[in-house]
Nanobody
Framework: VQLQASGGGLVQAGESLRLSCAAS????????VGWFRQAPGKEREFVAV???????YYAESVKGRVTISRDSAKTTVYLQMNSLKPEDTAVYYC???????????????????WGQGTLVTVSS
């Protein structure tokens, strides 16, 4: 399984970006897909996740501004980010796992597969 993250870029505060995470080798239909981010000098942190049942969960810092979704073929997961802030600047990673329990969905170490990361820079 390989994950390919894309869609990052440089935007101004208040603007939007949509990140994509495409899977090859397996669909996301029975898996959990999460987005994490890592800012310079900081630990990787949870952003959002979509489970196989379609339920979604968000970090408090992005709730109301970010939406995670997947396409009908369940091979791509999206992270729509609106009203971006400078503190959203980070490398964003998608991760997937097909055996993750609910209590682990916010824990980066519990995901088996990772994309390469895409840089989001928000200027003030």
């Amino acid at each position: 399984v390989q994950l390919q993250a894309s869609g990052g870029g440089l935007v101004q505060a208040g603007e939007s970006l949509r990140l994509s995470c495409a899977a090859s080798g397996r669909s996301f239909s029975s898996g959990t897909v999460g987005w994490f981010r890592q800012a310079p000098g900081k630990e990787r942190e949870f952003v959002a996740v979509i489970r196989r049942d379609g339920n979604t969960y968000y970090a408090e810092s992005v709730k109301g501004r970010v939406t995670i979704s997947r396409d009908s073929a369940k091979t791509t997961v999206y992270l729509q980010m609106n009203s971006l802030k400078p503190e959203d600047t980070a490398v964003y990673y998608c991760a997937a796992d097909w055996h993750l329990i609910l209590s682990s969905i916010r824990t980066a170490a519990d995901y088996d597969y990772w994309g390469q990361g895409t840089l989001v820079t928000v200027s003030s």
